[in-house]
Each structure stands twice: as structure tokens, then as C-alpha cells.
């Protein structure tokens, strides 16, 4: 589904974001990309989309290279969420989740239908919800409306850049979850930014660790990261709690995890 050949991305005064990343996401699945801060993962994300290009390397999408894709188009075809929702404040609910939809240029009654089903999909009662501003909301519930708002249009990719970072533990917790439920059903492609490796653990189909300049220190399944870490520094930025990380996965119900316990 998305490619990153030798992507390089240098910012004002010869700092390299991003250096020589190469970088394969398979269809329908949530990769994880989790690192320290300032290694390049928002930066990484923002040009999947367009939102800034890549000074060399290429990325391709579907096999196309996005150079050659109009930005507006590309991003269409896009779910973006971010962590503090970006919701149009002098927009309803409904409004906002119909954003994409109206672009594609939908009509009224698709639209509505398709509101009311994604506000059931994140838990949001639509005759309670359709109607109220961003300010009348949680922050929870805002989360929850700038996801709906990201699969409005059915899009194949889905990129989220710490999605959930905003609210507190318990509202997380409970998103993380919805997340991982609504995935399960629909397999989207997903690329998930995050700095909390429990989240990581818990969402993520593969991990992509991270050090300084999007370099991989290693790009793998959870459980045999948690297993087989790559190097001393896998094994740091998993902390202590590599057991408590696989009993997240087994909560979750992923595949192997008993196998890993055995190993570890």
C-alpha cells in the first residue's frame, strides 16, 4: 500500500528530520511509528500526505509516486487524525463529519446516512450529537468526532499522529480499545504516531522503533520486539515492563502472545 524509498526530509539551518528511510506498510494493517521526540515521526507522517515534501526519496502510494498526485486529491483519499481533533469550531458535529463527503460532492441524503452511522460507530448517539458545537463537547468526545470525521468517505488510509494524547488515562484507554475494535472490522491502512510504547503495543499490527533522524533501530511485530529486541537501545526504550507490554497483547487478543511469554 505505501512505500518510502531513501526518503530524506532537512529543515532550515542543515538538520535532517528524516534521513534515508525506507519503509514498507502493508495493505490493512496499523503500523506504529514510535520514537523519541524530535526523531521524525509527525514529519514522516506529513509526508505520506503532502502536507510537506520530501527534498529526496520517493513515496509511493498504491505503486504511484505522490509527486506526481495533486496534494488536495491525495489527501482526499486520506483520514487524518490528530491529536488535538483540529474540529471546525463554527460547525455542528454533523457538519464536521461531513467535511470530506461534501468535497466528493455527495448528496444530502448519502451524507446524512453516513453521519449517523460513523457517530454510532464511535459511540455518539447522533440525535444527541449531530446537532451540538465542538465547545459542548468533551475532550473525549471530540476525539471521537475528529475519527468519525477521518473515515467519513471510506478512505483506505488512515494516518494518526498521537491521536489520543490530549485526554486523560481512562478516556485513552477507552479509545485505544474503540480503535482497535472498529479496525479489527474494517481494516483500514494505518499509520500511528505515538511516544507511548504501551499504546503502541496494544494498537499496532508492526512497530516501527525510531532513534534520531527516522533511523530504524528495528521494524517488526510486537511480540517479537517484546521477544528478540535488535539492540541495547530496543531494549531501554521498552523499559522494564516488557511482561506487563504482553499481557496488554493478550488482553487484546493478539495472535502468539503465549508463545512469547514462554520466551521471554
Known amino acids: 500500500m505505501i ?3 531513501n526518503v530524506t526530509k532537512q529543515f532550515p539551518g542543515g538538520s535532517n528530520a528524516v534521513l534515508n528511510l525506507s519503509l514498507e506498510i ?8 514510535i520514537g523519541p521526540s524530535g526523531c521524525g515521526k509527525t514529519t514522516t507522517l506529513r509526508m505520506i500526505n503532502r502536507l510537506i515534501d ?82 459542548q463537547l468533551s475532550g473525549g468526545q471530540r476525539q471521537r468526532v475528529g475519527f468519525a470525521r477521518a473515515l467519513a468517505a471510506d478512505p483506505p488510509i488512515l494516518l494518526m499522529d498521537e491521536p489520543f494524547g490530549a485526554v486523560d488515562r481512562i478516556t485513552r484507554e477507552r479509545l485505544q480499545q474503540e ?34 533522524q527516522a533511523q530504524i533501530a528495528q521494524y517488526d511485530t510486537p511480540e517479537r520486539i517484546l521477544q528478540q529486541p535488535a539492540s541495547e537501545y530496543v531494549l531501554q526504550f521498552l523499559g522494564r515492563n516488557r511482561l506487563g507490554w504482553l499481557e496488554s497483547l493478550r488482553r487484546s487478543g493478539v495472535e502468539g502472545a503465549d508463545s512469547v511469554a514462554a520466551g521471554i
Open 54 to 135: 520530501p527534498d529526496a526519496g520517493r513515496i509511493l502510494v498504491d505503486g504511484a509516486d505522490t509527486r506526481g498526485v495533486d496534494p488536495a486529491t491525495l489527501r482526499l483519499k486520506m483520514g487524518y487524525v490528530i491529536q488535538q481533533t483540529g474540529l471546525f469550531p463554527h460547525m455542528t458535529v454533523g457538519e464536521n463529519v461531513a467535511t470530506v463527503p461534501r468535497l466528493w460532492k455527495w448528496d444530502h441524503r448519502r451524507i446524512a446516512k453516513r453521519v449517523d452511522e460513523l457517530l454510532t460507530l464511535v459511540g455518539l448517539d447522533p440525535a444527541e450529537y449531530r446537532d451540538r458545537y465542538p465547545h
Open 26 to 33: 502493508r495493505n490493512g494493517e496499523t503500523v506504529v511509528l
Open 3 to 5: 512505500r518510502l524509498e
Open 179 to 212: 480503535f482497535v475494535g472498529i479496525q479489527r472490522s474494517m481494516r483500514k491502512t494505518v499509520i500511528f504516531v505515538t511516544h507511548d510504547i504501551e499504546e503502541a503495543v496494544l494498537v499496532g499490527d508492526r512497530l516501527c522503533i525510531l532513534k534520531m
